[in-house]
């Protein structure tokens, strides 16, 4: 069972459509993160929350919009996505933003735009 | 995004063989990395890490790192039905970034 708690696990939605993802984790983790993962292809990085701060933001499009209203929880908004978004979304946490520290991943949710 | 190659498969082995999957990287900061193992449709899970130069063993697995030539494997010793996954190794010098993957197939 995972520590890292992500809902919905599917979501479908249009192109105006305004959603947001969830993510949770209860392991004191004070490094949160963000991943889009396409078909056959490694995790990329989208956003970096350290101890509830954004501390990178991969040059990712405004229509994506992280939040982090604690260090246990963690959004994305989503607004008027494209097609191509269609991913694996990952969450992710690390005890601090270290590089020596592994992440723990969250089941993804799996998100399809019409 | 730091370059780091992996042998990008598909890589099949048959049961009971040692699968070996490499990773070259160009960033001399690097010094240590994980490996993550990824199921399909499943989310990456960490399966080892190694911290200096040389061999660690876990069980099957044993992550070999050369920093000299940039280079690390990861070995699979024995490789079961249940290892058939996709591994991705990461540096830990730029962890938030994964090598390209290897996907692996044992065959019973």
């Known amino acids: 069972d995972t520590e890292v708690t992500q809902t919905p696990k599917h979501l479908v939605m249009g192109m105006t459509n305004k959603k947001s993802l969830k993510c949770e984790q209860h392991?004191?983790?004070?490094?949160m993160y963000w991943y889009k993962q396409k078909a056959k292809k490694p995790p990329e990085l989208m956003f970096v929350?350290?101890?509830?701060?954004?501390?990178i933001n991969e040059s990712v499009p405004s229509r994506f919009s992280p939040e982090c209203p604690n260090s246990s929880l963690l959004n994305l908004h989503l607004h008027a996505l494209q097609p191509e978004d269609s991913a694996l979304y990952l969450c992710?946490?690390?005890?601090?933003?270290?590089?020596?520290?592994?992440?723990?991943f969250g089941d993804g949710t799996r998100l399809s735009i019409l | 995004q730091k370059e780091v190659e992996q042998n990008s498969g598909p890589l099949s082995v048959p049961e009971g063989a040692i699968a070996s999957l490499n990773c070259t990287y160009s960033?001399?900061?690097?010094?240590?990395f994980f490996w993550y193992r990824q199921y399909s449709g499943k989310s990456p899970e960490l399966i080892m890490s190694i911290y200096s130069n040389g061999d660690k063993e876990d069980g099957r697995f044993t992550a070999q790192l050369n920093k000299a030539s940039q280079y690390v494997s990861l070995l699979i010793r024995d490789s079961q039905p249940s290892d058939s996954a996709t591994y991705l190794c990461?540096?830990?010098?730029?962890?938030?970034?994964f090598g390209t993957g290897t996907s692996l197939t044992v065959i019973p």
């Open positions: 990461a540096p830990t010098g730029n962890q938030f970034y």
């Open positions: 392991m004191g983790h004070r490094a």
């Open positions: 960033d001399r900061v690097s010094q240590s």
């Open positions: 992710a946490s690390s005890q601090t933003d270290r590089v020596e520290q592994p992440q723990h």
């Open positions: 929350y350290s101890y509830e701060k954004l501390s």
